[in-house]
């Protein structure tokens, strides 16, 4: 099971930019889908809503709210899973979790946070 470990939120105003990482160790990374899920404040629902994921063949799949703003990659070289954000908007604030998943196992990261101030 691999562990995860997640960086590169902060705050940044509309429009804006911001690159995140996640960097996994342990056995098996090409193995998992890789996803990005978040929790916006307030929200009760456990780990939030999935904003990106990413199989094992590289092929990614995006909801509608952030299709053509983020781009999800991985590099299993490295053991880590990138996202870009670009044109953030104040609801995309939250906390930002890398997920890995396969069948037999889950694993989740802390989560970062990012605000996107007016």
């Known amino acids: 099971q691999v562990q995860l470990v997640e960086s590169g939120g902060g705050l940044v105003q509309t429009g804006g930019s911001l690159r995140l990482s996640c960097a996994a160790s342990g056995p098996g990374f090409n193995t998992y889908t890789m996803a990005w899920y978040r929790q916006a404040p307030g929200k009760q629902r456990d780990r939030g809503e999935l904003?990106?994921?990413?199989?094992?063949?590289?092929?990614?799949n995006y909801p509608n709210y952030v299709k053509g703003r983020f781009t999800i990659s991985r590099d299993n070289a490295k053991n880590m899973v990138y996202m870009q954000m670009n044109s953030l908007k104040t609801e995309d604030t939250a906390v930002y979790f890398c997920?890995?998943?396969?069948?037999?196992?889950?694993?989740w990261g802390h989560g970062t946070q990012v605000t996107v101030s007016t």
């Open positions: 904003v990106a994921r990413i199989n094992r063949g590289h092929t990614p």
């Open positions: 997920k890995a998943e396969r069948p037999s196992d889950t694993s």
